[in-house]
């Protein structure tokens, strides 16, 4: 079974995902750390009307993931690098699903504007091993 991708437009010398374009024709340009979410899960249903701007964690909760419950805390001491930005440990577990899924690293990095080292990490196991 082949991943789903984002159907993708050419605007003068460059590509763009159709629902971003939708979106941004009706309601401007996507806020910073935000993302246009398909309503019905369909990512080839680009209707203006399936599609809504919600923010990283939002985005997160939306696709099934949860943080993990480690008593308050996000991850135990040695299973994360102590130089990564917290926002970063919480999309491992959805970044881990992308990846089980199919997902290229290079489409994860463009999904949720991470660093392709961390999804490389997350995808090898070197870092990010006990995060649930």
Not at 25 to 32: A, K, R
Not at 62 to 65: D, I, P, Q, S, T
């Given at each position: 079974m082949q991943k789903q991708r984002y159907k993708r437009t050419h605007i003068g010398d460059r590509f763009f995902q159709v629902h971003r374009v939708a979106w941004e024709?009706?309601?401007?340009?996507?806020?910073?750390g935000c993302y246009i979410h398909h309503i019905d899960k369909d990512i080839h249903n680009n209707d203006i009307n399936n599609l809504q701007c919600v923010t990283s964690s939002e985005h997160a909760k939306?696709?099934?993931?949860q943080p993990p419950r480690m008593r308050g805390r996000l991850f135990t001491k040695g299973n994360v690098p102590p130089n990564r930005p917290a926002a970063n440990v919480e999309l491992v577990p959805l970044i881990r699903r992308y990846l089980q899924d199919g997902w290229r690293v290079r489409d994860i990095v463009s999904e949720f504007g991470v660093s392709r080292y961390l999804v490389s990490d997350v995808k090898s196991g070197?870092?990010?091993a006990g995060v649930l």
């Open positions: 024709s009706h309601y401007g340009p996507v806020p910073e939306l696709h099934g993931w070197r870092s990010y």
